[in-house]
């Protein structure tokens, strides 16, 4: 079967000669949340920005079957107009008449729990809710591959885990499942995923469950000087 998203040897390098990625390889085979974890400077935000086409890679390949969508740590970044409905019709496809416009921008907002907020003001949104519009704003364009670089780093504990719970719900449902490749620097994040990979200096490694991988690196910040690292 075709990978959903194959990277190879991945390089990027910056104007400066400084090297962010470097035979990079990452392949996902099947619709899930799949999360990557590192370090600062370990290269999972270039690499999500690369697949969304935001910059053009120095060395390797990447092939992707499904159509990539960016959603920022925060989402002020990339909700633009000012209700919900306003936002979500400057992302969806071309050619479509008022009405099945009007039935998009409704079935969206549905599908992340905001139904019937289509005339809201976004900045009387939560930080949850603007989250969650930024992602319905990413399915509304035709997006299957969802790149979330942090997303829950900016929300509350409540907020994060309605996050995790509907992107889990998004990828996992029977009819047409998302992708979705998320960034975190929570460990705790990982227990939710179908799979993580670690990436240091500019490359992923394999995937194996999260709860592997999160105690894995719970054991190495505990064997720190001091007894380990915020989570």
Not at 46 to 68: D, I, N, V, Y
Not at 143 to 163: F, H, K, R, V
Not at 168 to 177: F, M, S, W, Y
Request: glycine fraction near 12%; proline fraction near 6%; hydrophobic fraction near 40%.
């Amino acid at each position: 079967m075709t990978p959903l998203l194959r990277v190879r040897h991945l390089g990027f390098r910056w104007p400066n000669g400084g090297k962010a990625l470097e035979h990079c390889n990452l392949e996902i085979s099947r619709p899930g949340l799949w999360m990557l974890v590192g370090g600062n400077g370990s290269g999972k935000s270039t690499l999500l920005r690369l697949l969304a086409g935001l910059l053009q890679p120095s060395s390797g390949s990447l092939t992707c079957s499904c159509t990539p969508a960016l959603v920022f740590q925060n989402p002020d970044h990339q909700l633009l107009l000012p209700s919900c409905s306003s936002d979500l019709q400057l992302g969806l496809p071309p050619g479509l008449d008022a009405r099945e416009r009007r039935l998009a921008v409704q079935q969206a907002l549905a599908l992340v729990g905001l139904a019937g907020l289509e005339d809201r003001p976004i900045h009387s949104l939560s930080g949850g809710q603007k989250q969650r519009l930024a992602i319905a704003g990413a399915v509304a364009s035709g997006a299957s591959l969802l790149l979330l670089d942090e997303p829950t780093a900016l929300l509350d504990p409540a907020s994060q885990e309605e996050i995790l719970a509907l992107m889990a719900q998004l990828t996992r449902r029977r009819e047409q499942p998302l992708t979705a490749l998320w960034v975190t620097h929570r460990l705790e994040e990982l227990e939710r995923c179908d799979g993580a990979a670690l990436m240091h200096n500019g490359k992923a490694g394999s995937w194996q469950s999260g709860h592997a991988l999160r105690q894995q690196l719970e054991r190495q910040l505990g064997a720190l000087p001091g007894g380990g690292a915020k989570r």
